[in-house]
């Protein structure tokens, strides 16, 4: 029998601001253990909650950046459970009235081959909600301490359909999501310190069957990776499992990364089992259309747009795009170099960024920000080289010196010899005939309009020149030439 997957993601991030979400203490990673609490954080006697408006504004963004309905109220409850990272015994969310509905998430899946884009789609989404993070756990030896730090982060949790049939959706759908999360400034979304995790629901069905399977849970996966290896893997356990004729039991379950392995950790609970009630300490939020609205004219381009009018209105191809927009600094640093090195530009001022500067970054270990080539320089050295002031192998030369100096490419192509050297008009004309009558072939293709067949007759000028030839006045040379015959 063949199954087919169904796969729901439940994505934790957190949202980035100055402090918690109900509390004026700081929010942040990296600090002494429980120096980031206070009375709000420890559940002190008498203590009470005030929201924090920038987190609303903030989930407020995501949920217009992905096409959700805001609606005019939501409102707090609590969901009460005991466990040691939780000082209250319940944690202040959102269970019926949630602050964003529906939605989708867009995303790409992989292409036949690297050079090729995939098939892109749209994932519907549930909803999004607000609530408190927890603390955390520290594991020893013989004990285990708890860090309350991360408590009372302002927490956004996404709920996705249950709309994805394979391991590659699931993964392109966190790839998008944090993509997007990142352009809008909501949060840095760094897997390694804890900002997002993931809940993958997986069941399986036979396929044309309309039922759901039995639903299991891999709880608080820490990386994308993590997340398509789970799933697959749990895929595969479901069918072995049926197919040995066992039965599933809706659980949740621990997926070892490292081991790739699973094991259960509790049977499933149900939202019953919360014990869920409205807060009655917070208010209902009233989200005005004004509201919206400045929330609305603060929204960035987002990724695939982005990509979509790189590719469309500066012809830069796939295999650039794919490589800058992800990255929503890089991607600046492109424009900002385009625009200064001119119209028609483009693609060669990405082939200079994702060949040479992101490898020479990745070698030296720096940032882009730390990097001493601007995007000016950039610019100038595109320009030099479509002047034919140098050679693109000099250019290659010069950006390495230009990266570990900061310089300007000019100045270096001047110290370092490097610029194309006059030629003079008529030993190049004839350096031109010679190769033209060397390779009829070339001179075939090219009447009978393969432009690219000129390419054929600049290697042997360049030999004659010992390199120094201006690659323009060849082309026009030979592009005169060539009109004659």
Known sequence: MKYEAVIGLEVHVQIKTRSKMFTRVAAGYGHDENTLTDPVVLALPGVLPVLNKAALD????????IGCEIPAVCKWDRKNYFYPDSPKNYQITQYDQPICIGGHVEIE???????????HKKIPVTRIHLEEDVGKLNHGAIDSLVDYNRAGTPLMELVSEPAMHSADEAYAFLTSLRNTLVYGGISDCDMEK???????????RPIGEKKLGTKVE?????????????????IKRQIAVLESGGTLIQETRDYDGQTGASQSLRTKEMAHDYRYFPDPDLMPVKVDAEWKSRIQSGIPELPFDKQRRFQEQLSVPFTITSVLVPDRDLSAYF?????LAGPGKAQAVGNWIVNDLLRELGASKLSLADSKVKPAHI????KL???????????????????????????????????AAPTDAGELEQWCRDSIVANPKALAEFKSGKDSAINAFKGPIMKAAKGKANPKAVDETLRKLLATM
């Open 335 to 339: 424009e900002e170099a385009a625009k």
């Open 379 to 382: 610019a100038a050295l595109v």
């Open 109 to 119: 899946l992989p292409g036949p081959s690297r050079n090729v884009m995939g098939e």
């Open 385 to 419: 080289v479509d002047a034919g002031t140098v050679l693109t192998s000099a250019a290659r030369e010069i950006f390495v010196e230009m990266f570990a100096t900061g310089d300007q490419p000019d100045g270096i192509a001047e110290r370092k010899g490097l610029k």
């Open 58 to 65: 903030a989930i407020i963004k995501a949920g217009l950046m």
């Open 218 to 234: 891999l709880k608080n996966l820490n990386s994308i990776s993590f997340v398509r290896d789970g799933i697959e893997h749990e």
């Open 194 to 204: 804890g900002q997002m995790r993931c809940d993958a629901n997986i069941s399986i």
